[in-house]
């Protein structure tokens, strides 16, 4: 079955750490785009992270110089390291594969998401 | 940035039509992506560049894209279609492309 699974989420105080993982099968995440998005309680959807599979890595504005998105090719997982969580960082985690259309990408496959919480 | 925007919420009756508008400058140029997501769940995907379904999306679902307006419409509304409905675009002139509307509530009436 091609499906993603999210895990890491938690609790965490304000200028901590957390590694959020994405356990694909199905497909191989190294051919794929991948990305994260988040949304905040109540919120919309934002994109925060993609990595290219040629590895080429790119950031929201929001998170860029605090987050890391990576993979692992031989467990066929996707990361994101988040350091220096704020309290607006608080959101379900969603990792999402992108798929190319012929004009543009979108997001065909998603995870069911796994919750950070950023609060003392 | 680009930005897209959509109206906060539509409510329509069972059985009738269903249109939730996405605007934004020259959308009709780019390709418009429709996600569905229920309370509780992952988005879905309903439709793509305008107007394509994936497999197993009704084809009560589907989307229209022209000037400054792209339309998501979902025929003979059923009460499952309750949820939120968001845009998306890909803007490749921009440094972060991935970007969504605000989202739509769609309520049955």
């Known amino acids: 079955e091609v499906q993603l699974v999210e895990t890491g989420g938690g609790l965490i105080q304000p200028g901590g750490s957390l590694r959020l993982s994405c356990a694909a099968s199905?497909?191989?995440?190294?051919?794929?785009?991948m990305s994260w998005v988040r949304q905040a309680p109540g919120k919309g959807l934002e994109w925060v992270s993609v990595?290219?599979?040629?590895?080429?890595?790119y950031y929201a504005d929001s998170v860029k110089g605090r987050f890391t998105i990576s993979r692992d090719n031989s467990k066929n997982t996707l990361y994101l390291q988040m350091n220096s969580l704020r309290a607006e960082d608080t959101a379900v985690y969603y990792c999402?594969?992108?798929?190319?259309?012929?004009?543009?990408?979108?997001?065909?496959?998603w995870g069911r998401g796994t919750l950070v919480t950023v609060s003392s | 940035s680009y930005v897209l925007t959509q109206p906060p919420s539509v409510s329509v009756a069972p059985g009738k039509t269903a249109r939730i508008t996405c605007g934004g400058n020259?959308?009709?140029?780019?390709?418009v992506h429709w996600y569905q997501q229920k309370p509780g769940q992952a988005p879905v995907l309903v439709v793509y560049?305008?107007?394509d379904r994936p497999s197993g999306i009704p084809e009560r679902f589907s989307g229209s894209n022209s000037g400054n307006t792209a339309t998501l419409t979902i025929s003979r509304v059923e009460a499952g279609d309750e949820a939120d409905y968001y845009c998306?675009?890909?803007?490749?002139?921009?440094?972060?492309?991935?970007?969504f509307g605000g989202g739509t509530k769609l309520t049955v009436l």
């Open positions: 999402a594969r992108d798929e190319w259309g012929g004009r543009s990408w979108y997001f065909d496959l």
């Open positions: 199905g497909f191989t995440v190294s051919s794929n785009y």
């Open positions: 990595i290219y599979s040629g590895g080429s890595t």
């Open positions: 020259n959308i009709g140029s780019k390709s």
């Open positions: 560049d305008d107007s």
């Open positions: 998306q675009v890909w803007d490749s002139s921009s440094d972060h492309p991935w970007v």
